[in-house]
Every structure is written in structure tokens, then in C-alpha cells.
């Protein structure tokens, strides 16, 4: 751990949580200066996050740990608050005007600044509701002050001034809760409380477009991996903020389709291409590639005009359908040769006014550490940690369940602040769950759920509410905790595979036998009720024997059974779609059909009364014991081989030859060709399951072989 260091100032931890990096900065800010004392950056290892979103929490809170004990261990103290900023696929935007009219002339306090300033929030949401035409929760995660007014004029600074009346113009942004929620969660997995939240846009305006540029008309884009954000100023004021879901993965996902390799190898192909001519990568066929330069950038130019023809379009429409003076560009996915160039083609202005914003916006940033390169990447961290800045630094005081709780007021406090302030649980607003019920399926793990209890029940002020009504000073909550519902329970006969059938052709006709059902070794009927830990096993084949005592014949003198064309005695396993024909030398063949002529088509064997009398010692083999041992003589030597059947793509196969087989040995027995992706994704899996090319296959074995299209 670093030496201890007294700092001069209070340190602000800001966390940019992108699509595909965490990056955290610590620093504090005097004299106009803010000094950047550590940073940390750490990838995303899977894609926990799409467009913005958290999808998988539990792993982008590890990330957060993991940055927080990097930093905390070269700053040698504990982080305990952190300021975010939210980006997401679906943004919204209200506009709204407020006045305060005072009995007589006021000298205008901050108090009456931030008074206003609720007030212009509060309005803009309501108005947000009743646009809002579906049920989905929303969040506002930042606003814009556009214009202040004194006694009906416009005016740059409200404070010390006598008035009658002050008034606003104001632009909230509002995205869906669940986007809220999943930053929130993953930060407080991760040890840490959300002392500010703000939006990437507005956080990267404030390193990006110092407030004295902002009397211009300018742009800003925030190209990232997921989304590209977008800020619109002129007259003095933030005037619009508009959202794509596509930036930097949409590149990557192209390569990865092309190339045919994971995600992150087509990020690395992408980062390589912009320091040298050519890539080296390995395929997931396990094969050496190598993609020049000109070719990638031949493959990205259609998405890249993509991308910039929707970027262009969003800012003309936020400006009134009118070009903006000049377009600063911010982010990694920005970066990308070309993307300049041709959002100042789409947008209409001349290329030089279209540029990378990097350390030249950094004049008033101190970095400690000398490793740091200072570009575009680092824009929105630093003004995530600036914007702490920017807020005002009130606190009101709640009633929570009959006791006193003080929040940091951020202008949009709702209940659900109150309560995690409070400490209140997750687990005591939601519905709880019952009991699970766990069990295996032919030795898979289950879950059956517990059914949901009652969600908490929420009070404002003695009138019903909810997590995300809107607080003010002295109101009184009361939350109700949540109960739990029933336990989880199920039928055997609720379970999908116990409903399916065998299908054997019996001369020439198709019937259909029950699935047995076995739990913990024992026969059960589909009314039996499953347990915990219950052991379910389905068996996937009859033996000839057990087919012959459901269709109540006994073999007469001279009589046998072929299965698949080959004499099989009771012992042998028959399978779905296989054939099974009784023979009899002495009998035509016009004579033996007569004997089934009764047998429908599509005939179904009503399941018996009950299993015990089909039970013997081959019933409980593994589908791992159905290959067939065969004994060859070659060239004078003993040559062991083995066939066994497999399911690819619902059909049978019989692989044959060899005394074992792995999985690429199916692709010689079917018609696939594996040079037709047109830029598709193949799917390779085994029992439901990726599979590994060299895995290793066993009788009764399902595959899956097929292309699957980009978006699916």
C-alpha cells in the first residue's frame, strides 16, 4: 500500500460504468484546479453490459471491487462514496417552466434558487407521466437549468438580486428504472453508496464544453461502446441531450462475425488495426488467421456510415433541423479512422469542425500519475468526478418508519433514497419467494421457484405511493415489509421430457411408446408429487423385450426380431426412430403384415398401471453403454471398433469405424458446410450445451449444427 498522503482538499471517487470498461478516478479540486491523485481501469471479462445496461450485476459489481481495493490501495484509504453517471438505450427529455411570485420585493437566496430549481423537476416529470404512454417506471437522472428569469427577464445569476418574481426554463432527463437500479445495485455489492448521478452527456459537457463555449451552437458526442450520447448547447445553456444504441460494439460484433472468432478477439483485432497493418488471430476452429488493415476497414465502412448517419440525424433533429456550428467527439468508439470525416459530411459543415476532444480540453486537469494518457477516453471519467461539483450541497430531513433520516437532496429524492439510506433491504420491498424446490432431471440440476408474496406496501404522508415517488422536506414515510409466498411444488407428470414419447417403426407402421420415469431407482406414476433433492432419470430406449410385452406378443417357434435390419435378442436397446420388424421364416411376408394390420398409424401406447413389471437389470444401463463392440479381422490383425448412434439435429446417425469419436467426426456424416456464414454466427451444442470440437461423444448423445443469423 502507498505511503499515507494528506491531501489538500476533500477527494470525490467518480466510477464510469461503460459497456465494455469500469474506469475510476480519485481527485480533489483547488484553485480552479482538479488533481487526479489515481486512476484505475478494468475491462469487462464477459459482456455484462449491453448498450448502456447492466445485464449481469453480480459480475460488474466485481469489477467495481476491483477498482475500488486498486485505488483505495494507492491513495492508502477507504472509499465509501462514489458519483456515477447512467447512459441507456431509451433516454426521454421534458422541458419545463416554473415562477415563484413573492408577497414583495426579495433579496434571491440559493434557497430560493434551489426552490425553483425543485420545482422546474417536479414539473417536468409530471409532465414526463402524462406523456408517458406505458407502464414502465422511469428515473430522472439529470437536468439542465436553460434559463433564469427576473421579474419576467431573462438573467444569467438569480443570487443577491432584489425581485418580485424569478422563473425558469428547465430539460430533465429521464431514463427506465431497471437501468437505475442495475448501477445502483452493482455499486452497493461492491461496498460503496451513490453520492451523485448524473448523466455521461452532462458529465462529459463539463470537461469537454467549458461553460464559456456554451453561448455557441456546438455538439457533443459521447461515441462509447454501447451508446453514443449526444449534447446540444447554444445561448449559454445545455439545450438538448438525445441517445443511439450504437457506438464502438457494433464494429466489434462485425469483426466477430467475419472473422469467426469470441468478442474479445475481435476487440483486440479492432484496438491492433490502428497501430499496424495487420492482425494475427486464432478462429474458433482453433486456426491461424491474418486480416490486413484495408480489409477491416472495408468490412467496418458500412457501419461506420451507419453509425454516423444516425448520429448526424439525431443532432440536426435536437437543433431544429439545423447543422450546429462545430461537433466535439468524445470516447473510444469515436476514435475509429473515418468517423470524423464522415459525421461532418452528414451533418453538413466543414471537416475541421468536427473533432476528437482529448488533452486539449484538459488544461485545468492535474494528473499524479505520469503513466496516464490523456485522450478522449478519459473526457467523461474526469467530468463524472467535476460534477460532484456542480450540485448543490443540501440535505433534508424524513420521517422513515417513525424515525428521523437525513438525505443529501440532489433536486430528485424519491422513496426509494429514504430507504436505502435507512438500510432497508432489497429483500423487504420486493415479494418474496417461497421455498425452492430443487431436484435433477437425468442428472441436471432443476429449480421450481417458490410462488411471490405481497410487495411492501408504501405510505406517503398517509396516502398510497410508490419507490419512486418524488420526496420534500419533513414528509413522512412508512414502508410495510414485504411477505413471503408459498413453497415451490410440482407433479411428476409436469415435467416435459416425461410427456415425450419413443417413436419406433413397427413394420412400416409409426408407434409410439411413454418415457419410463424413474425417481431415486424407483418407478413413480406422473401423480407422484417431487421432493427436494429428488434423483429423476428418463429412460430414452425400450429393449426389445419390454416392446414386445406392450404390444402383447409372444415370439412363436422360428420367430425373431430385427432392429435396424440387423436379428437383435430381448436384450437390445431400441431408440427413437428406429425400426423394429419381427421375422418369421415360415410366414410370407404379405401373411406377417396381416399380424399388425390393426396397428394405427401414429398409434400412441397408453402408459400401464404401473411400471414394476417392466423392471430388469438392462433397464438401468446409461445411454453410455449402448455402443456395439464389433470384432474385425484386418490384415492378419484384430482391430477393435465400436458404432454408436447420435442425434444431430433430430435426425440419427450412426457413426461407425472408429473405436471412439469426438465431436468434429459428426461434420463426416452430414451435409454442412462451414464456408457458407455470410457473416452469421455458427451454433455448435451438445445435450443443450456449447461444445468443444475435441469433446468427446457417447451413444444417445443430442447435437445441434446451424447457422443463426447476426441479430438473433
Known amino acids: 500500500m502507498a505511503a499515507s ?46 448498450d448502456g445496461q447492466i445485464h449481469d450485476i453480480g459480475k460488474v459489481a466485481g469489477t467495481i471491487q476491483e477498482i475500488k481495493e486498486l485505488l483505495e490501495d494507492k491513495i492508502d484509504r477507504k472509499l465509501s462514496e462514489v458519483c456515477i453517471a447512467a447512459a441507456g438505450r431509451v433516454l426521454r427529455t421534458e422541458y ?11 433579496v434571491v437566496t440559493d434557497e430560493h434558487i434551489y426552490e425553483l430549481d425543485a420545482a422546474g423537476v417536479e414539473k417536468a416529470y409530471e409532465t414526463f407521466i402524462e406523456h408517458q404512454k406505458s407502464d414502465e417506471k422511469f428515473y430522472c437522472v439529470g437536468h439542465s437549468v436553460m434559463h433564469y428569469y427576473m421579474n419576467g427577464n431573462l438573467i444569467s445569476n438569480l443570487e443577491n438580486h432584489k425581485a418580485n418574481k424569478i422563473g425558469m426554463d428547465l430539460i430533465a432527463t429521464f431514463l427506465p428504472s431497471d437501468v437505475i437500479d442495475g448501477l445502483y445495485s452493482a455499486v452497493e455489492i ?73 468478442f474479445n478477439v475481435a476487440e483486440q483485432i479492432k ?59 468524445v470516447g473510444g468508439g469515436g476514435k475509429i479512422e473515418g468517423y470524423t470525416t464522415l459525421l461532418a459530411d452528414k451533418i453538413g459543415i466543414p471537416v475541421q469542425r468536427v473533432a476528437l476532444r482529448g488533452e486539449d480540453v484538459m488544461q485545468k486537469i492535474s494528473f499524479q500519475e505520469d503513466f496516464v494518457k490523456r485522450d478522449s477516453m478519459l473526457v467523461t471519467p474526469l467530468g463524472i468526478c467535476l460534477n460532484f461539483y456542480e450540485q448543490n450541497n443540501n440535505f433534508i430531513f424524513v420521517s422513515f418508519n417513525e424515525e428521523r433520516v437525513k438525505l443529501y437532496d440532489n433536486g430528485k429524492l424519491s422513496i426509494v433514497d429514504a430507504v436505502m439510506q435507512a438500510g432497508m433491504t432489497n429483500e423487504d420491498l420486493f415479494p418474496k419467494r417461497g421455498e425452492s424446490l430443487n431436484f435433477s432431471v437425468n442428472g441436471k440440476s432443476r429449480v421450481v421457484r417458490g410462488n411471490l408474496g405481497e410487495a411492501a406496501e408504501v405510505y406517503l404522508n398517509g396516502e398510497t405511493a410508490d419507490l419512486h415517488t418524488l420526496l420534500q422536506a419533513n414528509d413522512v414515510i412508512k414502508v410495510v415489509p414485504s411477505t413471503p409466498g408459498e413453497a415451490a411444488s410440482m ?45 429423476i432419470e428418463l429412460l430414452n430406449y425400450y429393449t426389445v423385450g419390454q416392446i414386445l410385452e406392450f404390444l402383447d406378443v409372444v415370439l412363436e417357434d422360428g420367430q425373431y426380431v430385427e432392429v435396424n435390419n440387423k436379428k437383435a ?14 421375422k418369421n421364416s415360415e410366414v410370407s411376408d404379405s401373411a406377417q403384415a396381416e399380424s399388425y394390420e390393426d396397428l394405427p398409424d401414429e398409434d400412441v401406447v397408453e402408459e400401464a398401471d404401473t411400471y414394476e413389471n417392466l423392471a430388469d437389470d438392462n433397464q438401468e444401463e446409461s445411454v453410455e ?51 457458407k456464414g455470410n457473416g452469421r454466427a455458427i451454433v455448435t451444442n451438445l445435450n443443450d450445451k456449447p461444445a468443444q470440437y475435441m469433446e468427446e461423444l457417447k451413444a444417445g448423445d443430442v447435437i445441434e449444427i446451424y447457422w443463426k443469423e447476426k441479430d438473433e
Open 96 to 106: 419545463a417552466s416554473v415562477e415563484i411570485e413573492f408577497d414583495r420585493e426579495e
Open 569 to 582: 435378442d430381448e436384450d437390445v436397446k431400441v431408440y427413437d426412430n428406429f425400426s423394429f420388424v419381427i
Open 190 to 262: 461492491a461496498g460503496l453508496k451513490v453520492a451523485n448521478l448524473t448523466l455521461e452527456p452532462i458529465a462529459a459537457m463539463e470537461v469537454a464544453v467549458p461553460e464559456k463555449f456554451r453561448m455557441l451552437n456546438i455538439a457533443l458526442v459521447d461515441v462509447g461502446a454501447g451508446t453514443s450520447d449526444i449534447c446540444i448547447t447554444k445561448d449559454g445553456c445545455i439545450a438538448a441531450y438525445g441517445m443511439i444504441p450504437v457506438a464502438g460494439d457494433n464494429l466489434t460484433d462485425a469483426i466477430t462475425q467475419h472473422c469467426l472468432v469470441e
Open 491 to 535: 407433479m411428476l407428470s409436469k415435467i416435459a421430457e416425461v410427456t415425450d414419447t419413443i417413436s419406433v417403426d413397427i413394420d412400416g407402421k409409426n408407434v409410439k411408446f411413454p418415457k419410463f420415469a424413474t425417481v431415486n431407482g424407483e418407478f413413480q406414476t406422473g401423480s407422484y408429487a417431487i421432493k427436494d433433492g429428488d434423483a
Open 625 to 675: 453403454e449402448a455402443s456395439v463392440e464389433k470384432k474385425h479381422e484386418q490384415d492378419n490383425k484384430t482391430v477393435f471398433t465400436q458404432e454408436i448412434t447420435v442425434i444431430v439435429n433430430k435426425m440419427p446417425i450412426t457413426l461407425q469405424g472408429k473405436d471412439s469419436y469426438i465431436y468434429v467426426d459428426v461434420f463426416d456424416y452430414i451435409d454442412f458446410d462451414l464456408g
Open 271 to 329: 484496438r491492433g488495426i490502428s497501430e499496424q497493418d495487420s492482425v494475427e488471430y486464432e478462429d474458433i476452429m482453433g486456426l491461424t488467421q491474418s486480416i490486413t488493415k484495408e480489409e477491416v476497414m472495408e468490412l467496418l465502412q458500412p457501419i461506420i456510415d451507419n453509425m454516423t448517419t444516425k448520429v448526424a440525424d439525431m443532432i440536426l433533429s435536437l437543433n431544429g433541423d439545423k447543422p450546429v456550428s462545430a461537433v466535439f467527439v
Open 5 to 50: 498522503v494528506n491531501y489538500p482538499g476533500n477527494l470525490v471517487f467518480g466510477l464510469d460504468i461503460g459497456t465494455r470498461s469500469v474506469v475510476g478516478t480519485v481527485g480533489y479540486r483547488k484553485n480552479d484546479i482538479f488533481y487526479v491523485v489515481a486512476q484505475a481501469v478494468k475491462e469487462h471479462e464477459t459482456r455484462a453490459m449491453v
